[in-house]
């Protein structure tokens, strides 16, 4: 238990720091290619609801995302640092790992202070593979009702 | 040593995660019967005064407090994150395992954009229990010197 | 590597911890004799340039700055809250360690709400030791362009 423990905040902290330093290839690698990634706010998500902010379905939608936001959209200097705290997981044995982990998001726009751009938890499905634990699905779910400026960027 | 901070990284997961979702019997249920949980102003923890925001003596009255908040109190929609840090803990062997844990707790109120509700760090004392580590005392002691609303849930 | 992971994530925690607790000896007692700390802005350090906010060359001058914080400054009633994430590291066998961890730092100036004082990550070069793995360099890299006061004291 300790061991899968270790693999998910390993596994986390690969993921918050492709993000933050925006290596989105190194960020598509923590996924299978038929994972599902989406952000969703927390009233649809408890509601089972259907709509997301961002939905990503596989491989080939990921790729076409990063491509939209490295060739395309013009970025303000901005960054974004996530600071996650450790998971609590359900791992039954021969079934696919399953777990909740808090996060908050901060950015910096320009030379204005830091701030929270969300909180909330990562709603995750995890597999083994070859290199470890790898996401089958992942739910960014966001406490606040309204995300700052329009999310173009994965959370 | 490296178990135990294995396992108190696990259970404050397990705490964070059961009162973000208002999931009190869980919370209590980190606790031994007799466990003291107190919330209080570091200025107050350091001096050694016993003033304190909340003090539950038992799971007689974190259950008493619990009901007061399912039942009788009309929560404004609200969400609570918790972020914590890893644990510094002292683990001699016979001895109880006693930690400190830094922590963040943001709110989101409505509509309203994620705010700092707390910062500050839980002082612990754990003892073994056949479900491993469980808290036999916990105090919330935060470094605002004001919490923004008046405190019902447990920090 | 489980157990390099686990190091990190104890010895982080007793970084935090100590700065938190205004303990700077405990703080110092972390680094090497001849350990480099940095705290510098996120653009000087990715272009590689010199210029940080605090630089600290070995022991000798970690005290001078300790002396010059505890014994000079007139502090205003603040407290600091380091909240880190997991690190992500290399560890090449025969090699130094070489990590980065996400950090969020609150401070709470006298009565006011508690605010982001910085946001970003360290980027460290650890050595084994007889206590461990310790800090041979650690530049605290902010996003932030700017740090609210002028800072006297270590991130």
């Known amino acids: 238990m300790s061991s899968t423990l270790l693999s998910l905040i390993e596994k986390n902290a690969r993921y918050a720091?492709?993000?933050?330093?925006f290596d989105l290839a190194a960020w598509k690698a923590l996924f299978t290619a038929d994972a599902v990634y989406r952000v969703q706010a927390r009233e649809n998500?408890?509601?089972?609801?259907?709509?997301a902010l961002m939905y990503l379905d596989g491989h080939g939608m990921m790729a076409?995302?990063?491509?939209a936001i490295e060739?395309?959209?013009?970025?303000?200097?901005?960054?974004?640092?996530?600071v996650m705290g450790a998971?609590?997981?359900?791992?039954?044995?021969?079934?696919d790992v399953t777990s909740r982990t808090p996060f908050s998001v901060f950015q910096v726009v320009g030379h204005a202070p830091p701030e929270i751009l969300a909180v909330g938890f990562y709603d995750d499905e995890w597999i083994e593979s070859t290199g470890g634990?790898?996401?089958k699905r992942r739910t960014a779910v966001y406490d606040n009702a309204l995300i700052p400026n329009s999310l173009v960027y994965p959370l």
Chains 1, 2, 3 share one sequence.
């Open 17 to 21: 720091d492709a993000l933050d330093r």
């Open 45 to 51: 998500f408890e509601r089972g609801l259907p709509l």
């Open 64 to 67: 076409d995302r990063i491509t």
């Open 71 to 82: 060739k395309t959209l013009v970025f303000a200097p901005r960054t974004t640092r996530h």
């Open 87 to 95: 998971p609590v997981f359900v791992h039954e044995p021969g079934k």
């Open 133 to 135: 634990l790898i996401l």
